[in-house]
C-alpha cells in the first residue's frame, strides 16, 4: 500500500517497498506546478493527476495556500500508473469551507472537528462533485496499491440530477467479469439481477452493483440518479423536499430581476430563484413553460436553485405587474417573494429598517444597484418581500421621494355616488361618470381613475381609506 499527501507547498510520498520500508519526499510548491486556465486547473505528481473544474465561479486559479471547489465542480484523483486508488483524505482549510461532497451519487459527510472529507473504496480515478459554496483544500491524502483482484463497477453516466430519462450503463474494466445488481437500496451479491443491458432510469433511483469473477468479489458500487419532478404550479413546487430537481411545466409571470435574483409569480404563489439563468427579463414577462431547477434552502426558504439554464426561454411580454400596496404592519409571511409597496415612510439612519405610521420593517440591501437613502425625508418604497429563518424583512428595489396628497374641496354630501365598503374592496355606485381618488391614511394614493355610470370595485387591503369622488369625499374602513 502506498499513501500519497499533496499539498500546494508540500508533497509527501509514502513509497511501499518490497521489504515494506517506506520513502518520505518532500518537495516545495514550485514541484506542484498546476496548469489551466477558467474553466480549470490540474497537476501531476508522483503518477497522480489531479484537476478541479470552476463550477458555481467566474473563474478559477490555485490560491497561495489552498485550491477551491466551488459549487457545482468536479475534483477528479487518477492514478496515470495502473494503481487502485483506495482511500482519500481531503484536509480542509477551517470547519466553514469543510462540507458534503458526492462521489459516485453517494454523499460523503464532512467531519467538521477535524476539518476533513474521508472516502474509501478501490477505483483508478476518484471522481467527486462539490454541492455548497466552496470547499477549500491543503491537501489530500491518497492511499493507493495493485488493482483488486476484481474491479468496482463504474456508471455511465455517473449518478447525479437528471432532468430526463437515463440509459444507465455499469461496466467493469476485469475482463470475464459478471456485473449483479439491485435498484431497490439492498447491497448486491452474486444472487443479484446480472446486468446484460442499460437501465432505462425515470424516476430517482440508487443503483449498486458488485462484479465477481470466480471466487473472488469487488467492492460495491453506488450511484444515485435524482430524476426530476414535474410541477404545474409554485405552490406544488414548495410541496418538495430540498435537493429535488423539478420542471415547471407551467409558465411564470416577472416580479422582478436583478443579477442572479430572479423573482416570479402565478396565480398559487411566488417564488424566488437564485443562479444564473441566461436570459434578462423585465417585470410583466411571461417565463414560458419547461425550465428546470434543484429544490434549495436558504436562511429557511426554499428556492429554486440551480437553475438550469439551457431551459430558460426568453420571455413574451406581458401585462405589467404592479406592486401590492400596503403599509408595515399589513406585510405577512405569505407575502413572501411577493412584490409590495409601503409608502411614505421614513429610513433608519443605519439603513437596516423603515418606519411607516403603522410599524417598522428591517430592509436589507440585497441589490448593489439600489441605494439606502441616507437622509430625514419621507419615501415610498418598493421592495420584495423575504423571509430569513421565519422573520420578515424587505429586498428594496426602488425608494422614490414621497409626495403626501391631502383631500380638498370637501362636500359632506355626495351627491352623485354611494360609496360603501365591500369585500376587501371599495364600492362605488355612480349616477354618471366620475373622477375617484382614493387614498390611504399615510397620505399614498391608492387609485386615481375615472369611472363609469353604474357599480365599480376598487380592490384594496384591509385599512382607513379616504374617497374622494368629484368633489365629495367619503370616509370608508375595510375590515
Not at 13 to 24: F, I, P, R
Not at 25 to 54: H, P, Q, R
Not at 178 to 201: L, Q
Amino acid at each position: 500500500m502506498k499513501k500519497l499527501l499533496l499539498s500546494l507547498f508540500m508533497v509527501v510520498v509514502a513509497l511501499g517497498m518490497t521489504n515494506a520500508t517506506e520513502k518520505t519526499v518532500l518537495t516545495n510548491s514550485s514541484a506542484s506546478t498546476w496548469t489551466g486556465d477558467a474553466e480549470g486547473y490540474s497537476t501531476t505528481i508522483d503518477g497522480m493527476t489531479i484537476s478541479y473544474t470552476k463550477g458555481g465561479s467566474p473563474a478559477v486559479a490555485p490560491s497561495a495556500d489552498h485550491i477551491r471547489v466551488y459549487k457545482g465542480a468536479t475534483l477528479t484523483v487518477k492514478s496515470a500508473n495502473g494503481e487502485a486508488i483506495t482511500s482519500i483524505v481531503i484536509n480542509c482549510t477551517e470547519k466553514k469551507y469543510c462540507a458534503d461532497i458526492i462521489v459516485g451519487g453517494e454523499t460523503l459527510t464532512a467531519n467538521t472537528t477535524d476539518n476533513t472529507i474521508t472516502w474509501t473504496g478501490n477505483v483508478s480515478e476518484f471522481v467527486a462533485k462539490s454541492d455548497i459554496a466552496q470547499i477549500r483544500i491543503k491537501s489530500i491524502v491518497i492511499s493507493y496499491g495493485k488493482p483488486a483482484a476484481v474491479a468496482t463497477p463504474a456508471f455511465s453516466p455517473n449518478g447525479g440530477t437528471y432532468y430526463e430519462a437515463q440509459n444507465v450503463i455499469i461496466s467493469c474494466s476485469t475482463a470475464d467479469a459478471t456485473i449483479h445488481y439491485t435498484i431497490d437500496g439492498t447491497e448486491p451479491t452474486t444472487a443479484s439481477t446480472v446486468y446484460t443491458a442499460p437501465i432505462k432510469v425515470e424516476t430517482t433511483t440508487t443503483i449498486k452493483a458488485i462484479a465477481s469473477k470466480g471466487n473472488d468479489l469487488s467492492d460495491v458500487a453506488s450511484a444515485t440518479y435524482n430524476m426530476a419532478v414535474s410541477v404545474d404550479n409554485i405552490a406544488k413546487f414548495y410541496e418538495l423536499g430540498k435537493d429535488a430537481a423539478v420542471e415547471f411545466v407551467n409558465p411564470v409571470n416577472v416580479l422582478y430581476q436583478n443579477g442572479i435574483y430572479l423573482f416570479v409569480q402565478d396565480a398559487t404563489g411566488a417564488l424566488q430563484i437564485y443562479g444564473a439563468v441566461g436570459q434578462t427579463y423585465k417585470n410583466g414577462d411571461v417565463i414560458p413553460a419547461g425550465f428546470q431547477g434543484v429544490v434549495g434552502e436558504f436562511a429557511g426558504a426554499l428556492q429554486l436553485g440551480s437553475p438550469v439554464q439551457a431551459s430558460f426561454k426568453a420571455g413574451t411580454t406581458g401585462a405589467t405587474i404592479a406592486p401590492t400596496i400596503v403599509t408595515a404592519a399589513q406585510v405577512t409571511n405569505d407575502m413572501a417573494n411577493r412584490l409590495i409597496k409601503i409608502g411614505n415612510v421614513s429610513v433608519a439612519s443605519d439603513g437596516k429598517s423603515i418606519t411607516d405610521a403603522s410599524g417598522s420593517l428591517n430592509i436589507y440591501s440585497r441589490f448593489t444597484d439600489v441605494t439606502i437613502p441616507q437622509d430625514e425625508k419621507k419615501y415610498d418604497i418598493t421592495a420584495i418581500v423575504n423571509l430569513r429563518n421565519g422573520d420578515i424583512q424587505l429586498f428594496p428595489t426602488n425608494f422614490t421621494e414621497s409626495q403626501n396628497v391631502g383631500i380638498a374641496d370637501t362636500e359632506s354630501d355626495n351627491a352623485i355616488a354611494t360609496v360603501f365598503a365591500g369585500d376587501k374592496a371599495i364600492k362605488i355606485d355612480a349616477a354618471e361618470s366620475a373622477q375617484v381618488l382614493v387614498v390611504n391614511t399615510v397620505g399614498q394614493v391608492v387609485a386615481s381613475k375615472t369611472i363609469a355610470a353604474g357599480a365599480n370595485t376598487v380592490e384594496v387591503p384591509a385599512g382607513l381609506y379616504l374617497v374622494k369622488v368629484n368633489n365629495a369625499v367619503t370616509k370608508v374602513i375595510i375590515k
